[in-house]
């Protein structure tokens, strides 16, 4: 076998988990889809009042995109899919290329790499062949669950279930080729996924502006997220946006293959600033690491704040749709919830707390990578004790995620205030205040695992993550077992603000997540730095 195939299969060793896991996402969102659907909306007067709220809603077609034929099942699980899932695996995409290309060189394994009989050309082409076989793996699941879906459903063709499962990973091949660019820009991967985040996030808001208004509209051929919903899947399947995407692709992994060739290992076309810190005494620990994490929780923070915000503007429009569903009204009415907005906002924060508890696990991530650096090394050279470093991380982190749900709350209140004002200050706060918990649950895993194994942090969190977000997603549809739906860390939550936050539950949880942060500072202080 040659080496290039080496590397490849080694890349897609390393991913087909989390890829499989997306394809079966994308199977679950759309098939559950399409089931909720037809019961909350039985009847056709329902559907066509249904179209009519989303319809003409220019905060809902801003946030979500544009709606085709939703009074129909094709058309309405293309909208809510394609809301989402493309957004989800480009960003994983995007990661995962950073990670494989400058993450890799950062930490040496890139040089052992081509230290075998092989090119920096070759090689690059190698990974990003690895990385794009994964996300093949997750079009394969996707396809085949959605094709099951148009036999058994008559909903839509089999053609039309194929064409829509590529138009929703067809996100992952571009952001990947765009992050492999942005490895070879810049010196360090965090630089590098910043800068791929910022250019999804660009993505995003082009393609909001574009659809909040007719008048607009063709700004979205600016947006590769524009270009992906232009497609119109399961209802008119346009094949001009997926062109551009994957044109887009080619030319992007051209460039990252080019520009790896013609630059020296660790090396970047754009010079890395010097901290104005070195040489310097460290005189606070939890100074240096809000230094070096403040950026990244200043991001988060600000990404909760307007996706929130967004959210809250098209919250009246979505409020309408679920009154004009009776069976929607009669399930959460025995709930106890019988205003339509608190509903709303509910599904919002669980949504939310999905993304609260992804940023716990990159904190704790992120603390694996600092060590793999090198920064504790210098830091336990100092006379300072491996607790202090760890507890002080700790402190960051746990400040840092209540910030961006304080956001997302703030966030919530401000877009609701311009519309409707169905939200109040305090109930945005304490709806934000209450994904805390879980979150901190979560990342008292993650720091455990990162006591103990550290290499594999990013999965065990990331695989924890996915299956309470599928639990949530198909729990109540398929009645499954309450012992099975309580190893969902998001099933814990209050149903806030429709439902008051519940204290004895919140506590319990913050207890359990300092009980596994304290067992992770254990393993930690008894293996040896960056090895595990």
Not at 71 to 96: K, N
Not at 252 to 275: H, M, Q, W
Not at 499 to 515: F, K, Y
């Given at each position: ?12 060793k ?11 996402m ?82 040496g ?16 082409l ?59 820009l ?62 887009t ?53 600000a ?45 919002i ?82 709806a ?6 879980s ?40 009645k ?53």
């Amino acid at each position: 076998m040659s080496t290039g195939l080496v590397i490849t299969k080694h890349f897609l060793k390393e991913r087909r988990m989390v890829a499989a896991a997306l394809g079966w996402m994308v199977a679950v969102v759309s098939i559950s889809t399409v089931y909720a659907y037809r019961t909350a909306y039985p009847h056709l007067t329902d559907r066509l009042r249904l179209s009519a709220s989303f319809s003409h809603d220019a905060g809902i077609a801003a946030v979500f995109g544009p709606a085709h034929s939703l009074e129909t099942v094709a058309g309405f699980t293309a909208f809510r899919s394609l809301a989402v899932i493309p957004l989800i695996i480009g960003i994983w995409a995007a990661l995962t290329a950073t990670k494989a290309l400058r993450g890799n060189e950062d930490t040496g394994q890139w040089e052992i790499l081509i230290s075998a009989p092989i090119t920096r050309r070759a090689a690059t082409l190698a990974a990003l062949r690895g990385i794009y076989l994964s996300l093949t793996m997750t079009l394969v699941i996707g396809s085949v669950a959605l094709s099951a879906t148009a036999l058994i459903s008559h909903d839509f063709k089999v053609s039309a279930a194929l064409f829509f499962a590529l138009a929703l990973v067809s996100s992952g091949y571009l952001f990947a080729s765009i992050g492999a660019v942005a490895s070879q820009l810049v010196s360090t991967r965090r630089t590098a996924a910043t800068i791929t985040g910022l250019v999804i996030g660009l993505s995003f808001l082009i393609r909001a502006v574009a659809d909040s208004s007719p008048s607009i509209a063709w700004v979205h051929w600016f947006s590769p997220l524009g270009w992906i919903t232009s497609t119109a899947p399961l209802t008119k399947s346009h094949w001009l946006g997926l062109s551009l995407v994957f044109a887009t692709t080619i030319i992007c992994t051209g460039i990252a293959i080019t520009l790896s060739s013609n630059r020296d290992l660790t090396a970047s076309l754009i010079p890395e600033r010097i901290s104005d810190t070195n040489g310097r005494e460290i005189k606070s620990i939890p100074r240096l690491w809000v230094k070096l994490q403040g950026l990244n929780i200043l991001s988060w923070g600000a990404g909760f704040f307007f996706m929130s915000f967004a959210f809250g503007l098209v919250a009246h429009g979505a409020t309408q749709a679920f009154s004009g569903s009776s069976t929607i009204q009669k399930t959460f009415g025995a709930l106890g919830i019988t205003k339509m907005s608190e509903l709303f906002f509910g599904i919002i924060f669980l949504m939310l707390s999905t993304g609260l508890m992804f940023a716990a696990n990159s904190h704790a991530a992120a603390f694996r990578e600092q060590e793999a650096e090198g920064y504790i090394d210098h830091l336990l050279v100092s006379p300072k004790s491996r607790t202090q470093v760890y507890l002080s991380r700790l402190l960051v982190s746990i400040v840092g995620l209540t910030f961006i749900a304080l956001m997302a709350g703030f966030g919530a209140f401000s877009g609701s205030s311009l519309r409707t004002g169905d939200l109040g200050i305090k109930d945005a706060l304490m709806a934000g205040l209450n994904m805390v918990p879980s979150a901190m649950v979560l990342f008292g895993v993650s720091l455990l695992v990162f006591g103990f194994y550290p290499r594999a942090v990013s999965i065990v969190g990331q695989s924890l993550l996915a299956w309470s977000f599928l639990l949530e997603l198909i729990g109540s549809t398929l009645k499954l077992n309450h012992y099975i739906l309580d190893t969902s860390f998001l099933h814990h939550m209050a149903f806030a603000p429709a439902a008051s936050p519940r204290g004895g539950q919140n506590l319990l949880l913050l207890g359990i997540a300092v009980v596994l942060s304290l067992a992770g500072l254990v393993g930690f202080s008894r293996r040896d730095t960056a090895l595990g």
